[in-house]
T-cell receptor, first 112, second 109 residues
Framework: TQLLEQSPQFLSIQEGENLTVYCNSS?????LQWYRQEPGEGPVLLVT?????EVKKLKRLTFQFGDARKDSSLHITAAQPGDTGLYLC????????????FGKGTKLSVKP | NAGVTQTPKFQVLKTGQSMTLQCAQD?????MYWYRQDPGMGLRLIYY???????DKGEVPNGYNVSRLNKREFSLRLESAAPSQTSVYFC????????FGSGTRLTVV
């Protein structure tokens, strides 16, 4: 069974701080996605990374896919209260028909 | 811009009652999915449908049935609800990037 481990599980920071969350596996994925979920809503896709070593930026968010395609990180610069939410990584395994495997998430709270 | 629509948003059932959760998407996606989300457990796949007319079990299918009524609609049925099925249920559609509905919060008492 392929697993995605996310760390930390919880993160509480002040507005303006930087943070990094991690998504790790012992398995290789053909692609990896990051979602953000706000209370009472479904997850919303932020980004998909496909190539080992790939880096994608979305405003203050930087996503990186590991060279071996087993891990990924999400870095937020100068966090804002609007970044508060549950961040989920999801991996698409090699040869899959499209079923994603989700990590358990990192719950981020950014205080003003 | 509806995307994925789920109904109802909230439901309380008594143990042994049955109900159907409805899901419809307007993005012409072939693949649709049902997940449940529980604290500390993350999102777990119940059933999925890779195309109209096909359905397959996911990680936690016991106690559930599904119907892919047409390309747009994918329903989840609980035949005899149990307290262990108290959860938030999400429908999603898409191939390599999912679009999720806003969820159904189900409580079984």
């Amino acid at each position: 069974t392929q697993l995605l481990e996310q760390s930390p599980q919880f993160l509480s920071i002040q507005e303006g701080e930087n943070l990094t969350v991690y998504c790790n596996s012992s398995s290789v994925f053909s692609s990896l996605q990051w979602y953000r979920q706000e209370p009472g809503e479904g997850p919303v896709l932020l980004v998909t990374v496909v190539t080992g070593g790939e880096v994608k930026k979305l405003k203050r968010l930087t996503f990186q896919f590991g060279d071996a395609r087993k891990d990924s990180s999400l870095h937020i610069t100068a966090a804002q209260p609007g970044d508060t939410g549950l961040y989920l990584c999801a991996g698409l395994n090699l040869g899959s028909q499209g079923n994603l495997i989700f990590g358990k998430g990192t719950k981020l709270s950014v205080k003003p | 811009n509806a995307g994925v629509t789920q109904t109802p948003k909230f439901q309380v059932l008594k143990t042994g009652q049955s109900m159907t959760l409805q899901c419809a998407q307007d993005m012409n996606h072939n693949s649709m999915y049902w997940y449940r989300q529980d604290p500390g457990m993350g999102l777990r796949l119940i059933y999925y449908s890779a195309s109209e007319g096909t359905t397959d079990k996911g990680e936690v299918p016991n106690g559930y049935n599904v119907s892919r009524l047409n390309k747009r609609e994918f329903s989840l049925r609980l035949e005899s609800a149990a307290p262990s099925q108290t959860s938030v249920y999400f429908c999603a559609s898409g191939q390599y990037g999912y679009t999720f509905g806003s969820g159904t919060r189900l409580t079984v008492v």
